[in-house]
């Protein structure tokens, strides 16, 4: 069972910039999907970003230029570098992995950007 644990949420002003680290134990980390979703509060959770095992990235539109997805297999861990923050990112944000169709989700991370 793959164990997923975020980290780097806090308090930011808009215009600022956070990084989040999800830290992967369990199965051989480089051969899954990678991913990170927020949940605003009182509202659904999206994705935000997702990276393949071979690098290849995607992105909601609402971060695209703003956000990068990135991962490293030899730590088991996958980033996601937020620039350019606005108060509409704060959310919870999940980091998931991606096994054929089968998520497992961590505890998620608040990030907060204010005014």
């Known amino acids: 069972q793959v164990q997923l644990a975020e980290s780097g949420g806090g308090l930011v002003q808009a215009g600022g910039s956070l990084t989040l680290s999800c830290a992967a134990s369990?199965?051989?980390?480089?051969?899954?999907?990678m991913g990170w979703s927020r949940q605003p509060p009182g509202k659904r959770r999206d994705l935000v970003a997702a990276i393949t095992s071979a690098g290849r990235t995607n992105y909601a539109d609402s971060v695209k230029g703003r956000f990068t997805i990135s991962r490293d297999n030899a730590k088991n861990t996958v980033y996601l570098q937020m620039n350019s923050l606005k108060p509409e990112d704060t959310a919870v944000y999940y980091c998931?992995?991606?096994?054929?169709?089968?998520?497992?989700w961590g505890k998620g991370t608040l990030v907060t950007v204010s005014s």
């Open positions: 369990g199965s051989i980390f480089s051969i899954y999907s």
């Open positions: 998931y992995r991606n096994t054929n169709g089968i998520i497992n």
